[in-house]
């Protein structure tokens, strides 16, 4: 797989989540057809692939390239320019995009959407992009509870971490999980180099 045009493979992530949470998760769980008062989006195939190894879409590879310009050692956002390259229904569920963290050596920049993956719902996509030293990254934030997230993505997350593991090319070690933090879960794939 590619992913800024290199070849991108992931090892296993080794996450814990415990029996108790996952048989107190109720089966029938409702999956939201709104987020707020908002109707929710489907960002699934902006985002598909990312729970498959962690494979980028087409629309998804070329936002994350246009969500930034440099010159030298200066780094710009360029939210029209990412925004730009969606199709007219991702474009309408991306909200603000904006820098939440700043060092010497990356940038987290943070993107407010309004839409739903696999039909759970999604409040914003982060990427950690570095400054010429190959720190690169994105998450998926799901709203809470983290219930249903885990439901859907917790076996195909598992899948993902052990078949990039068991694959020989996979030369930078990319990792991939998923997690809750703050009450909402969050799928995660590194491709730092």
């Given at each position: 797989?590619?992913?800024?045009?290199?070849?991108?493979?992931?090892?296993?992530?080794?996450?814990?989540l415990p029996v108790a949470?996952?048989?107190?998760?109720?089966?029938?769980?409702?999956?939201?057809?709104?987020?707020?008062?908002?109707?929710?989006?489907?960002?699934?195939?902006?985002?598909?692939?990312?729970?498959?190894?962690?494979?980028?879409?087409?629309?998804?590879?070329?936002?994350?390239?246009?969500?930034?310009?440099?010159?030298?050692?200066?780094?710009?956002?360029?939210?029209?320019?990412?925004?730009?390259?969606?199709?007219?229904?991702?474009?309408?569920?991306?909200?603000?995009?904006?820098?939440?963290?700043?060092?010497?050596?990356?940038?987290?920049?943070?993107?407010?959407?309004?839409?739903?993956?696999?039909?759970?719902?999604?409040?914003?996509?982060?990427?950690?992009?570095?400054?010429?030293?190959?720190?690169?990254?994105?998450?998926?934030?799901?709203?809470?509870?983290?219930?249903?997230?885990?439901?859907?993505?917790?076996?195909?997350?598992?899948?993902?971490?052990?078949?990039?593991?068991?694959?020989?090319?996979?030369?930078?070690?990319?990792?991939?999980?998923?997690?809750?933090?703050?009450?909402?879960?969050?799928m995660w794939c590194d491709?730092?180099?």
């Open positions: 797989m590619k992913m800024f045009g290199i070849d991108v493979l992931n090892r296993r992530f080794n996450s814990v949470m996952l048989t107190a998760m109720s089966a029938g769980a409702a999956l939201a057809t709104t987020v707020g008062n908002m109707p929710a989006r489907p960002l699934d195939a902006f985002l598909s692939g990312l729970d498959a190894q962690c494979t980028a879409s087409a629309q998804f590879d070329a936002f994350l390239r246009a969500l930034r310009e440099h010159e030298g050692e200066v780094y710009r956002l360029t939210p029209a320019a990412a925004k730009a390259v969606l199709d007219a229904p991702i474009r309408s569920a991306i909200g603000d995009i904006r820098i939440v963290e700043e060092t010497g050596e990356y940038q987290l920049i943070e993107v407010d959407v309004t839409g739903t993956w696999r039909e759970v719902p999604v409040e914003s996509i982060q990427f950690w992009l570095g400054k010429s030293n190959g720190i690169a990254g994105t998450a998926v934030i799901f709203s809470p509870p983290s219930e249903p997230a885990l439901k859907v993505f917790q076996t195909r997350i598992e899948t993902s971490a052990t078949q990039m593991a068991d694959d020989p090319d996979n030369d930078i070690e990319a990792s991939t999980g998923l997690k809750v933090e703050d009450g909402r879960a969050q491709w730092s180099t």
